[in-house]
């Protein structure tokens, strides 16, 4: 037994001795770089990225090429011609060439990349050998602030042309006023900026030209009093542009597509906006250029927040916005030389709100019928627009102004809205007949009436919220189909005579009248324009000074609405004849 053990141990000895001692025989075919980098003097390292027959090796921009040694690895008996550590400028491509033991050759190519340098902290330069230290560092990337210029005092950079390989600066571009350049051509490779803010009066400073700049994640704003150019040509994305330039003449924002906001004010010399690749913005305001003649955005079809286009004294011509289709609001006001709205109309499919105020010369009609409204429509002391065209529905409130302008005698022609929330026409001295249009039929809310209207008619309505209509000398209200006010119905009026209400079964509040003593109404004498009602909840007739009929009221008494609670003292008061609760059940309409 012990015998074959021995045996078996000298064999499996024998067996892990030969494997031990095997290896893969050489053969010569080898022909790889394993291994590459280059070398400072210094000592610092770059290793190379090996991938098929290209090495790549990235170097930071401020590293020199020409003073650079070869570290490298090759397979096993394999040379590599030529010797690489006879190369010391790298500042192009070399070729080399690895060929194994049995000659077989492979090629390498190396490639030195450039790579941006970071700087992971704010600058600020206040002197010119700021400028000159920061410059030595060649840097192309600030993670931080860059503040040119001391934020008060005296001048303290007269140049900043040592800049020119900055790239990026990731926060804020502060420049101060106490820079005394007269260009920024040092930031001519800028491409982007997290905000870019030039604020104040600059001794020499006129122009903004950054031939290479992109993007502002945050703000562009410039305010100065001297600035007369801004060249910005391939600048596309903005978070917010906000200008305040009095003597801007030229503005190059032409590869502009997006932003939040543009705010171009008090740029007195500009005659031309011109943003034509601009297709999508939150706000878009421009106002107090007085030289300004026309705006130009041909590509531009959405407004996320606001249009503003206001007080521009010169501004002729909207032709060019033409393909927005949606806009939040809409507000053009106080431009006196502008002749149209169609082209701001023309594609536009959904509105939140539009206000349109003070644009004297605008004659032709205003053609909303398209347009979805959600919210108000608003058009104030704009006396010559010749008709108002709107969709079935308005989401909020129509409004018309004609500014207590007594030579408005007729009302710009309205039509299509069905249904809305408010109707309102006031400060109307001159209108003396006015007729709603024969489409509307609901106002959810209130209907105002204010001038120096005598008649007030409206086919079709049907419903409404609140009807108020101010006018000293009206004397004619109709509604003939009327069914139903939910809220208020305000009849006052001191030579307030015809009322037709036929179809009217149901009022919240019910006021008629005049308002005290010395301002009564003159004219009626019964209530038989109330002859359907059969609901009300509460009801105030007074001052009406040859009231004596209340028959009309019949059905609203048998219908037990009117009850000792809305009707009392305090409510039927200062009439020809004001009958208690107990003689309307005991059938005394009529005065004795």
């Given at each position: 037994?012990?015998?074959?053990?021995?045996?078996?141990?000298?064999?499996?000895?024998?067996l892990f001795t030969f494997t031990a001692c095997e290896k893969d025989p050489f053969n010569g075919t080898d022909n790889y770089m394993l291994e590459f980098a280059l070398q400072t003097a210094e000592g610092e390292t770059f290793n190379g990225d090996i991938s098929d027959h290209l090495i790549q090796i990235n170097i930071p921009s401020n590293r020199e090429t020409d003073q650079l040694t070869a570290k490298y690895t090759v397979s096993e008996m394999a040379t590599v011609s030529p010797n690489p550590e006879t190369v010391k400028d790298w500042s192009s491509e070399q070729t080399f060439t690895v060929t194994s033991y049995n000659g077989t050759p492979r090629p390498y190519t190396v490639k030195v990349m450039k790579t941006d340098v970071i700087m992971s902290e704010s600058v600020y330069l206040r002197t010119d050998e700021d400028v000159a230290a920061f410059a030595a560092k060649e840097i192309n990337i600030v993670n931080g602030n860059l503040i040119i210029g001391a934020p008060a005092g005296t001048d303290s950079i007269s140049n900043i042309d040592a800049l020119t390989g900055l790239k990026e600066v990731r926060y804020q571009i502060i420049i101060n006023t106490?820079?005394?350049?007269?260009?920024l051509n040092g930031l001519r490779n800028l491409q982007k900026a997290g905000s870019l803010s030039i604020q104040g009066t600059f001794k020499q400073l006129t122009k903004i030209e950054l031939p290479a700049l992109e993007n502002i994640q945050s703000v562009l704003s410039i305010s100065s009093e001297e600035i007369t150019d801004i060249l910005l040509p391939q600048f596309n994305t903005a978070g917010n542009i906000r200008f305040i330039l009095p003597k801007l003449e030229q503005l190059n924002l032409e590869q502009l597509t997006s932003t939040k906001e543009v705010n171009i004010r008090s740029a007195n010399r500009l005659k031309t906006i011109h943003l034509p690749s601009l297709v999508k913005a939150n706000l878009l305001h421009i106002e107090k250029c007085n030289t300004l003649e026309s705006i130009q955005l041909p590509s531009l079809m959405n407004v996320e927040e606001t249009l503003r286009i206001v007080h521009n004294s010169s501004l002729t011509d909207l032709s060019c916005i033409n393909k927005i289709e949606n806009a939040q609001r809409i507000e053009i006001s106080s431009c006196p030389q502008l002749t149209s709205l169609k082209p701001v109309f023309g594609m536009l499919k959904t509105l939140g709100d539009l206000s349109v105020s003070d644009l004297p010369q605008i004659k032709d009609e205003l053609d909303l019928s398209h347009v979805s409204i959600h919210g108000s429509v608003r058009i104030i002391r704009c006396l010559h627009v010749s008709a108002i065209l709107l969709p079935e529905k308005i989401g909020d409130t129509f409004e018309l102004n004609l500014a207590s302008d007594e030579s408005q005698t007729v009302l710009p022609h309205i039509t299509g809205v069905a249904e809305c929330q408010n109707f309102q026409i006031s400060n109307a001295p001159g209108i003396k007949e006015m007729v709603l249009p024969s489409s509307l039929k609901k106002i959810a809310k209130r209907l105002?009436?204010?001038?120096?209207?005598?008649?007030?008619?409206?086919?079709?309505?049907?419903?409404?919220?609140?009807?108020r209509i101010s006018s000293n000398n009206l004397a004619s209200i109709s509604f003939p189909n009327l069914t139903k006010v939910t809220d208020k119905l305000s009849l006052f009026g001191k030579y307030l005579e015809t009322i037709r209400l036929?179809?009217?079964?149901?009022?919240?509040?019910?006021?008629?009248?005049?308002?005290?003593?010395?301002?009564?109404?003159e004219k009626l004498t019964n209530l038989d324009f109330l002859s359907s009602l059969t609901s009300v909840e509460t009801l105030e007739?007074?001052?009406?000074k040859f009231l004596t009929d209340y028959s009309g009221l019949t059905k609203a008494v048998e219908s037990g609405s009117i009850t000792e609670k809305n009707w009392h003292a305090g409510s039927v008061h200062d009439n020809a004849y004001n009958p208690t609760y107990e003689d309307l059940k005991a059938g005394r309409y009529v005065k004795p």
């Open positions: 037994m012990k015998y074959n053990q021995s045996i078996v141990w000298i064999m499996l000895s024998a106490t820079y005394k350049g007269i260009d105002y009436l204010n001038g120096g209207i005598l008649s007030v008619s409206g086919e079709n309505l049907q419903e409404a919220g609140d009807i036929s179809k009217l079964t149901s009022v919240g509040e019910l006021e008629i009248g005049g308002s005290y003593s010395g301002w009564q109404n007739i007074k001052f009406c």
